[in-house]
């Protein structure tokens, strides 16, 4: 298994426009998980999925930020619009169960940087 | 809710020294704990965790850690540090079921092993 992927690696974008982040995740693994890492706040729980649904988005930090899971090997993180105390590193992960007994697997995360 | 507290957000050791690296937990159901690593842009990395039975739980790259439920205390260790191992270290514990046992993690220790 490829482990989770996550695209792009670094995204630069101007104050106001939209980011769009993906994520694969482990084949066979039902449990997603977004999170967002900053110097200040350390590693944030954003949202999570179970099965493709969500279940607890109260970490997301405002309406600009949403989250999507189509299928069982996609799920997207949108902000909308972009601003630069965004700036941070999107990590996704995923598990087989909630991660409790096996832990996660994260993908390498998303360096966004908002200008 | 169920937290934790890493002491020292950097620790700095000679190579061959013993590593210890101190993780005390908050919980108010009995805690699964993990323990994991960040190399330089990459995703975390599971190292160990502890859910029940053996107190001492043995991990990757001769990393080990030890509950101790009456110290609530969780600490990382390894006897003899090589320079492959400077990275980021997190230590991180499992929500309750209202979180659906989503990881809670620490800040962070960095740790810089010196020649």
């Known amino acids: 298994d490829a482990g989770v992927i996550q695209s792009p690696r670094h995204e630069v974008t101007e104050m106001g426009q939209e980011v769009t982040l993906r994520c694969k995740p482990i084949?066979?693994?039902?449990?997603l998980f977004w999170y967002r890492q900053t110097m200040m706040r350390g590693l944030e729980l954003l949202i999570y999925?179970?099965?493709?649904?969500?279940?607890?988005d109260s970490g997301m930090p405002e309406d600009r930020f949403s989250a999507k899971m189509p299928n069982a090997s996609f799920s997207t993180l949108k902000i909308q619009p972009s601003e630069p105390r965004d700036s941070a590193v999107y990590f996704c992960a995923s598990s087989l169960g909630t991660g409790r007994i096996y832990g996660y697997t994260f993908g390498s995360g998303t360096r966004l940087t908002v200008v | 809710a169920q937290s934790v507290t890493q002491l020292g957000s950097h620790v700095s050791v000679s190579e061959g020294a013993l590593v210890l690296l101190r993780c005390n937990y908050s919980?108010?159901?009995?805690?699964?704990l993990f323990w994991y690593v960040q190399y330089p842009n990459q995703g975390l990395q599971l190292l160990l965790k502890?859910?029940?039975?053996?107190?001492l739980v043995k991990g990757i790259n001769g990393f080990e850690a030890e509950f101790k439920k009456s110290e609530t205390s969780f600490h990382l260790t390894k006897p003899s540090a090589h320079m492959s191992d400077a990275a980021e270290y997190f230590c991180?514990?499992?929500?309750?079921?209202?979180?659906?046992?989503?990881?809670?993690f620490g800040k962070g220790t960095s740790l810089l092993v010196t020649p």
């Open positions: 991180a514990v499992s929500g309750n079921s209202n979180s659906g046992y989503a990881l809670n």
């Open positions: 999925f179970n099965n493709n649904v969500p279940i607890d």
């Open positions: 502890y859910t029940t039975g053996a107190t």
């Open positions: 084949s066979g693994h039902d449990y």
């Open positions: 919980s108010s159901v009995p805690p699964y």
